[in-house]
């Protein structure tokens, strides 16, 4: 993985960043119990189960997404289908290492 880190997660950072300094939407997609176990300030917990439901809620807000989950999986799904609706987002992974790149 540390190669692959190496070739490609500079470019995610930029585009965390990126994201960042227009204001984008950080959304959990964990359940609501992991979040409140710990979270994002700011971010919105909407589960995974839930994200189809909520995509002309998240399209009114008209601004970039920055998904997060626990270790990058369900927030990998999020962000396809986000994508697929026509909505602007990167995978942020998980929550916890997102937290850590958008206080840079």
């Known amino acids: 993985m540390g190669i692959f880190s ?14 960042k300094t227009r204001g984008a939407i950080v959304i959990d997609v964990r359940t609501q119990g992991e979040y409140t176990q710990g979270a994002i300030p700011g971010s919105k917990n909407i589960p995974l189960q839930n994200i189809n439901s909520q995509i002309k809620e998240i399209k009114k807000h008209n601004k970039p997404v920055i998904t997060c989950c626990a270790s990058g999986m369900r927030s990998g799904s999020a962000a396809a289908i986000l994508k ?12 916890h290492s997102l937290y850590k790149k958008l206080e840079l």
């Open 84 to 95: 697929s609706n026509g909505i602007e987002v990167v995978n942020g992974g998980g929550w």
């Open 6 to 19: 190496f070739l490609f997660g500079s470019k995610k950072q930029d585009k965390i960043k990126d994201f």
